[in-house]
């Protein structure tokens, strides 16, 4: 009982350090990047976007690094099955999300492409004759995700030089929203205490990564269950948590742009360029990982994208959609720990 409570500390102490060292490390660097001029859409679209990544990507990274593959991945999956299904679910009950033009032609459905892309992936071993839990995710196959973020990323830039402000793609506006907030809302820092920030926040990143990941290994083991369930769950959440409070918050504003920009621009990260590094350092064995699992998260994308286009109420979705999306999302995790 001592030894599990005290992964659990070590897990809760991890996650913490993870998402204070992300704030840190962003408001560290931001603050040297305006200090050498350089302009909030580079900030917006590099300095944010991956700091508001970072606590997915550390987990990931840190996971391939010392073998718990199940757990990388199931990082990936299981933050991606919330955003969609808990963070939209509820944001959309707390008020109606509205989807923007550029939403519905370009976000969700690149949204969509990565999430069949990830699906494919996958499930590769269904061509290849191998049962599901001898597949991977190989290095090649993360080398191509990286190649899939470098062109969002360059095609994001160019959306927003272009001065589409209200329509540009989800994640570029959202970045720039939140750089400009930094840029507008806090004092500058001077470059000692913005250097410190950055380094206090990068080591709180690397160690609480470090326990997160032990603490999460140790509950699975203590549990006698596998890493993959873990990390679909509890990681996942954990990693995505301040995402939800950040939308319902802003929900409770009207400014549903906002959760829309979070899930899909989040959505997007974690599959191209979160398990795109996380399987060129190691390749990935989905052991425990199920196709139930990539199912759920490729049906999300297809129920956000069909809500978004082909809705009762166009370019919403509804309190009812998102009661919906919630009642999935609890239906999943019942399933998930029933068969534990």
């Not at 939403?103 to 949204?111: A, E, G, H, S, T």
């Not at 064995?285 to 129920?303: C, M, P, Q, R, Y």
């Not at 809705?311 to 999306?325: M, P, W």
Request: charged content about 15%; some cysteine.
């Amino acid at each position: 009982m001592n030894e599990t409570l005290l992964f659990i500390i070590q897990f809760a102490v991890g996650l913490f350090l993870i998402l204070k060292g992300a704030d840190w490390l962003t408001d560290g660097a931001s603050s040297i990047a305006r200090r050498f001029n350089v302009s909030s859409l580079v900030i917006g679209l590099t300095i944010v976007a991956f700091g508001t990544s970072a606590p997915e990507l550390v987990v990931s990274a840190i996971s391939a690094i010392e073998g718990h593959t199940e757990m990388a991945i199931g990082n990936v999956v299981g933050s991606n099955i919330f955003n969609t299904l808990a963070i939209m679910g509820i944001t959309a009950m707390v008020y109606p999300v509205a989807c923007s033009k550029n939403n519905i032609r370009y976000d969700v459905p690149l949204c969509l492409v990565a999430s069949v892309t990830l699906f494919a992936l996958a499930n590769d071993a269904l061509l290849s004759g191998t049962s599901l839990g001898e597949s991977s995710i190989s290095r090649g196959d993360g080398i191509a995700l990286l190649c899939f973020f470098l062109i969002f990323l360059s095609y994001s830039f160019a959306i927003a030089r272009s001065g589409k402000k209200s329509d540009g793609i989800a994640i570029s506006e959202q970045k720039k929203d939140a750089a400009k907030v930094e840029t507008e809302g806090k004092k500058e820092l001077s470059m000692g205490k913005a250097i410190f920030l950055f380094l206090i926040g990068l080591a709180g990143l690397v160690f609480g990564g470090n326990w997160m990941v032990d603490g999460a290994s140790g509950i699975a083991s203590l549990l006698g269950v596998s890493q993959s369930i873990i990390a679909l769950t509890i990681v996942a959440a954990g990693t995505s948590f301040p995402e939800l409070i950040t939308s319902v918050v802003a929900a409770r504003k009207g400014d549903t742009d906002m959760a829309m920009g979070n899930v899909v621009g989040s959505n997007i990260f974690n599959i191209f360029f979160v398990l795109g590094v996380s399987s060129t350092i190691a390749p990935l064995k989905l052991g425990n990982i199920e196709t139930i699992d990539f199912a759920t998260l490729l049906a999300g994308a297809v129920f956000l994208w069909i809500s978004c286009k082909f809705g009762k109420r166009y370019h919403y979705i509804t309190r009812f959609e998102g009661a919906f999306l919630t009642l999935c999302a609890v239906g999943y995790y019942i399933y998930k720990v029933m068969n534990a």
